[in-house]
T-cell receptor
Framework: DSGVTQTPKHLITATGQRVTLRCSPR?????VYWYQQSLDQGLQFLIQ???????AKGNILERFSAQQFPDLHSELNLSSLELGDSALYFC?????????????FGPGTRLTVL | GEDVEQSLFLSVREGDSSVINCTYT??????LYWYKQEPGAGLQLLTY?????DMKQDQRLTVLLNKKDKHLSLRIADTQTGDSAIYFC????????????FGRGTSLIVHP
């Protein structure tokens, strides 16, 4: 158990819909990262927040957005869903940024878009 | 091409050694990692090596780094069925955001 929790574990929805994925980082970790894992793209970094502020952006679509709240939990919002958005979405957290920056991954949310 | 490349599959017999290879393209990489992903779980950091090191050993794991060829390998001695997982190589580049760039992962299958 990494200490990072993600809800829900599974999500099945239809094209065009909007969903929200939730992540609670390990106690004491200030950084939260979101990744998308799919068979064709591998593990893609989406976005990072540090202590409530956006710090780095990766291959995140404009239809996707995220935020980190004062209690440090984070949400990833996916809208106008397409079939190709079906993937495993991982949240990870780390104490800070820089250095070895070990990231602790949650168990993931499996999103299926029908 | 991808920044970090790995072969997709490796199959070994229990008790043999496994060697998982990775190549990266950025010579400014400062840290290189190996993560392990077990079925149904997230990634877990297995080991890491600084770019100024050539080798790191941790129990059954040996990491070798060849900076000239930008080649990283992970050797697992006495491979067990519990080592069956996907292994990801990742690099962190200097002067950047400290976001690791991951390879696609190598699925290690251990046969009894």
């Amino acid at each position: 158990d990494s200490g990072v929790t993600q809800t829900p574990k599974h999500l099945i929805t239809a094209t065009g819909q909007r969903v929200t994925l939730r992540c609670s980082p390990r106690s004491g970790d200030l950084s939260v990262y979101w990744y998308q894992q799919s068979l064709d793209q591998g593990l893609q970094f989406l976005i990072q927040y540090y202590n409530g502020e956006e710090r780095a952006k990766g291959n995140i679509l404009e239809r996707f957005s995220a935020q980190q709240f004062p209690d440090l939990h984070s949400e990833l919002n996916l809208s106008s869903l397409e079939l190709g958005d079906s993937a495993l979405y991982f949240c990870a957290s780390s104490v800070g940024q820089g250095g070895i920056n070990e990231q602790f991954f949650g168990p993931g949310t499996r999103l299926t878009v029908l | 091409g991808e920044d970090v490349e790995q072969s997709l599959f490796l199959s070994v017999r229990e008790g043999d050694s496994s060697v998982i290879n990775c190549t990266y393209t950025d010579s400014s990489s400062t840290y290189l990692y190996w993560y392990k992903q077990e079925p149904g779980a997230g990634l877990q950091l297995l080991t890491y090596i600084f770019s100024n090191m050539d080798m790191k050993q941790d129990q059954r794991l040996t990491v070798l780094l060849n900076k000239k060829d930008k080649h990283l390998s992970l050797r697992i001695a006495d491979t067990q069925t519990g080592d069956s997982a996907i292994y990801f190589c990742a690099e962190i580049r200097s002067g950047g955001s400290y976001i690791p760039t991951f390879g696609r992962g190598t699925s290690l299958i251990v046969h009894p």
